[in-house]
């Protein structure tokens, strides 16, 4: 199709960019981390989001160089911010799958300079489903050398419980679909509160994603969680915006 070959363009001419969405620690009230969400910079069309592409990308097996990209590319970025931040960066099924995954994590380490510990890869359900032996062993390795894992949209697919059993999540994010229907009604925050209690009964951090209001945060705090996510913090924004809230705060 035509967006296959531009997207194929748009990589060999290094169209795409990352932008950063800070994680709040609601404890310190202080940005823990940042979120790459990766956008491609159209000659016509503007900015494209990635709810547009990646699924094309993932199609066509593009998603792995423009993960690779996407891994590197972060790496490099969180090296110029504070060293008390990490960087998470979302993983495709594809690329876990690759038995080289570990290897390229290695290596975008190793050339940004970046410390295992200030990375987190994110990864949904939908990637753990083919459940293989060599995904779980890969994610261990990756989790061996100090690098996080978290799972992301939490609670959307069928089995997102099953799966914290099977492999051990330092974080759960938690879909931004519970926050938005918690307020205001009778059961408000309850799935928040119980996801909240198996994490912090496994010793896993829960994160509330898709805080957008004043009143989303204050059921997000009675529930416990420890961290969010959403655009009544921050929308994602580019690094050197990123980069100066997060100097400034020194
Ligand atoms: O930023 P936005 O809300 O448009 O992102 C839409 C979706 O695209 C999100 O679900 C996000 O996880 C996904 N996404 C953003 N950046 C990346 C990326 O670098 N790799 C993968 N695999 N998914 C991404
Ligand atoms: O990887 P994941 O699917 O969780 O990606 C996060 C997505 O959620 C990004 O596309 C980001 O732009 C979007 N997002 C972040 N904060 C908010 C928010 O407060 N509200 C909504 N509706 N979307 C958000
Ligand atoms: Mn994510
Ligand atoms: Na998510």
Known sequence: TVM????????AYGRFELHYQPLVDLD???????????????PERGLISPGVFIPLAEETGLIVPLGDWVLNQA?????????????????SALQ????????GVLMALAASGLKATRLELE???SVLLDDTESNLETLHTLRRLGVRISMDDFGTGYSSISYLRRFPFDKIKIDRSFVRDSVGRSDAGAIIR?????????????????VETEAQL????????????????SP?????????MLYLAK
Request: glycine share 8%; charged share 25%; aromatic share 4%.
């Open 236 to 244: 994602p924004r580019p690094l050197n915006e990123i980069s100066e």
């Open 218 to 233: 204050a059921t997000v705090r009675a529930e416990g969680a420890q961290e969010i996510q959403g655009y009544l913090f």
């Open 75 to 91: 790496c490099r970025d969180a090296a110029t911010l504070p060293d008390d931040i990490s960087v998470a960066v979302n993983v």
């Open 123 to 125: 990864i949904t359900e």
């Open 96 to 103: 876990l799958r690759n038995r080289n995954f570990a290897q």
């Open 4 to 11: 296959e070959r531009e997207l194929r363009e748009a990589l």
């Open 194 to 210: 119980a996801i909240v209690g198996l994490g912090t009964s496994l010793g896993i951090t829960t994160l509330v994603e898709g």
């Open 28 to 42: 310190k009230n202080r940005i823990k981390g940042v979120e790459a969400l990766v956008r491609w910079r159209h």
